[in-house]
């Protein structure tokens, strides 16, 4: 299954592959060079194809529980003061995607979307200290019953050029299922009450809309 954000690019994708395949079959003679030009088209589609596929996940819903957003690797578990919206200190959990992850954006909890707003911006690496700041960004904050409100953050890094966010203030979302696509590598920032207990380590690979960040 590949997500919907990924549709059009695929299908481009598919044609020019194909295209180049005939083209090098019929017009060059050069045995390497044909088979050369056929193999890197194709390895360019499966290239393609892998990062935008969208992988089916059963999430265990419940409201105890702040499930990874998205695939990565954490990189961030750290106090810190929340400007954009809190304007008070919140424990940031950082979840970095590389451009071999699935890059499909989940809902970390179930709720209200209380707030969602798009921030133009800078396209520095992901990991870099102020790219939750100066980055392309979207900021969005779900609020439920066990947690009050919960702000998730997408990033887009060097190589991500596009933010999809389908969060819209007033909607009622569900665990676990689809908010969001960050193209070619990125980040996500979850921002939670303090004292909350974190259930992941630095460095620890997640998976999204199934491994559990906290409760």
């Known amino acids: 299954m590949f997500h919907k954000e990924g549709h059009k690019i695929i299908a481009i994708t598919f044609i020019l592959v194909a295209a180049a395949i005939i083209i090098a079959q019929f017009y060059i003679d050069i045995y390497w060079l044909k088979t050369l030009i056929q193999v890197v088209f194709l390895f360019i589609l499966v290239l393609i194809l892998q990062f935008f596929r969208n992988p089916k996940r059963t999430t265990q819903i419940t409201d105890e529980n702040i499930i990874a957003p998205v695939d990565g690797k954490v990189v961030v578990i750290e106090e810190v003061f929340e400007k954009e919206y809190f304007k008070d200190k919140r424990i940031q959990v950082s979840i970095f995607m590389s451009p071999i992850n699935v890059h499909v954006t989940r809902y970390a909890l179930s709720g209200i979307v209380k707030y969602s707003k798009y921030h133009p911006g800078k396209f520095l690496v992901a990991w870099h200290p102020k790219a939750s700041e100066e980055n392309?960004?979207?900021?969005?904050?779900?609020?439920?019953?066990?947690?009050?409100?919960?702000?998730?953050?997408?990033?887009?890094?060097?190589?991500?050029?596009?933010?999809?966010?389908?969060?819209?203030?007033?909607?009622?979302?569900?665990?676990?299922?689809?908010?969001?696509?960050?193209?070619?590598?990125?980040?996500?920032?979850?921002?939670?009450?303090?004292?909350?207990?974190?259930?992941?380590?630095?460095?620890?690979?997640?998976?999204?809309?199934?491994?559990?960040?906290?409760?």
């Open 136 to 215: 392309e960004r979207t900021t969005v904050v779900v609020k439920n019953a066990s947690y009050g409100e919960v702000l998730y953050r997408q990033i887009a890094g060097a190589l991500a050029k596009r933010i999809v966010n389908y969060a819209k203030e007033g909607d009622e979302v569900v665990q676990g299922t689809d908010a969001g696509f960050i193209k070619f590598g990125s980040r996500v920032d979850l921002f939670l009450p303090l004292g909350t207990d974190i259930k992941v380590a630095l460095n620890q690979k997640v998976k999204g809309g199934v491994d559990i960040i906290a409760n």
